[in-house]
């Protein structure tokens, strides 16, 4: 019989349907976008659209890069719309500080995206490693498992012993006869 293994710990995220991973983008990037819009009413003036990089970072480490993407898309178009300045246009800032805000605020929203995708697929490399290591594990317990049973059954007395000479295994018939040959004086009588 093969002995049980030990837990492997905490399971790798599974791929979850694409409707969840993309439906979380955008659900986040709408709850960002309005918590923007709330601050913005609150503080009395522009609070920074920076605090928007939570949906697509969020977004990314829930469904990976793909609905990353989406969401950084999603609040740089929205965010724009809602929270760009009266005289801009559809991601056309009217300054060049706006613009080179918008296009940091696109790259960082990306990178984030590449870099949890990058997480998720190393956790199921991992997860799939971990597996294929605990099956060869089972494997090879199960053939010492066999060998043992197979030196046990056979009629002839049997030592196993490994490359320094230290014996490993000895069948039932070996350690009788050694047993018969120890009392009797034969080689190595007496010693044990």
């Not at 599974?14 to 991973?21: G, T």
């Amino acid at each position: 019989m093969v002995p049980a293994l030990p837990p492997t710990g905490a399971q790798p995220p599974q791929r979850r349907h694409w409707a969840q991973r993309y439906g979380m983008a955008v659900a986040l990037s709408v709850g960002f976008v309005g918590l923007q819009i709330g601050l913005r009413d609150a503080v009395h003036g522009q609070p920074p659209v920076i605090a928007l990089l939570a949906a697509p970072l969020f977004a990314s480490w829930f469904g990976g890069w793909g609905p990353g993407a989406l969401a950084t898309v999603f609040c740089a178009v929205v965010g724009e719309l809602l929270l760009g300045a009266p005289g801009d246009t559809l991601l056309i800032p009217s300054n060049s500080n706006e613009s080179a805000g918008l296009l940091l605020f696109i790259g960082y929203g990306l990178l984030f995206s590449g870099f949890n995708e990058g997480r998720i697929r190393s956790l199921r490399i991992a997860a799939a490693r971990q597996e294929n290591l605990l099956r060869a594990q089972q494997e090879l317990a199960l053939r010492e498992q066999r060998m043992r049973e197979t030196l046990e059954a056979a009629p002839a007395g049997m030592i196993v012993a490994n490359r320094q000479g230290i014996i490993e295994l000895v069948n039932t018939q070996a350690g009788s006869a050694n047993q018969v040959s120890a009392r009797r004086g034969g080689p190595g009588g007496g010693q044990k």
